[in-house]
């Protein structure tokens, strides 16, 4: 089955560190994106990529970077110049060579947690 | 710009009725709505473009007035499933190439017994 996987599920590490996100798509999707979600304030855009090796800043970039060598992974590098880490990070995907209102396919989400 | 949905929060008993609100400041291309359940991904309902049009799944519908900015979901005779928070995601008309949805702040819907 298609799907966005998102790895790990939890994730704990100290202040001043930083920290990568996996995610993985094998639904030949050429958009992915990264949205953080905090209690009470839905989901905010940090990166969004349309194409292999491009991507954009979304609205939260800072003390966020990317890449994207491959088509089928989009990691997110929280670094430690983000002052708030602690949130749950989802990673999505979307067909955009038909429309732009392709839906959004999201992955399970990795709830990280900086102490 | 984030759209604003109201209310933040609904409490039904089954079988009742509710609306969810989705209003934003910009030119819309075209409005999604997702419903996710606590600690899982959002999970997709249905787009709605520009034009007006109201689509419709089971027992949930919605609509899109372009010209207000504006959308609205519709849950009728509310089933316990349906309990969850509740995004619209707005495509303004001059980000239509990025694909890069915003999304307001959620709508908590729980419905009991």
């Known amino acids: 089955d298609g799907g966005i996987t998102q790895s790990p599920k939890y994730l704990f590490r100290k202040e001043g560190q930083n920290v990568t996100l996996s995610c993985e798509q094998n639904l030949n999707h050429d958009a992915m994106y990264w949205y953080r979600q905090d209690p009470g304030q839905g989901l905010r855009l940090i990166y969004y990529?349309?194409?292999?090796?491009?991507?954009q800043k979304g609205d939260i970039a800072e003390g966020y970077s990317v890449s994207r060598e491959k088509k089928e992974s989009f990691p997110l590098t929280v670094t430690s110049a983000q002052k708030n880490p602690t949130a749950f990070y989802l990673c999505a995907s979307r067909d955009l060579t038909t429309t732009y209102n392709s839906p959004l396919h999201f992955g399970n989400g990795t709830r990280l947690t900086v102490t | 710009q984030q759209p604003v949905q109201s209310p933040q929060a609904v409490i039904l008993r089954e079988g009742e009725d509710a609306v969810i609100n989705c209003s934003s400041s910009k030119a819309l291309y075209s409005v999604h709505w997702y419903r996710q359940k606590h600690g899982e991904a959002p999970v997709f309902l249905m787009i709605?473009?520009?034009?007006?049009e109201q689509k419709g799944h089971e027992k949930i519908s919605a609509s899109f007035n372009e010209k207000k900015q504006q959308s609205s979901l519709y849950l009728t005779a509310s089933q316990l499933s349906y309990s969850g928070t509740y995004f619209c995601?707005?495509?303004?008309?001059?980000?239509?190439?990025?694909?890069?949805?915003?999304f307001g702040q959620g709508t908590t819907l729980q419905v009991k017994p």
């Open positions: 990529s349309q194409i292999v090796n491009d991507f």
């Open positions: 995601g707005t495509l303004s008309s001059g980000s239509s190439n990025t694909g890069k949805l915003i």
């Open positions: 709605l473009l520009k034009g007006g």
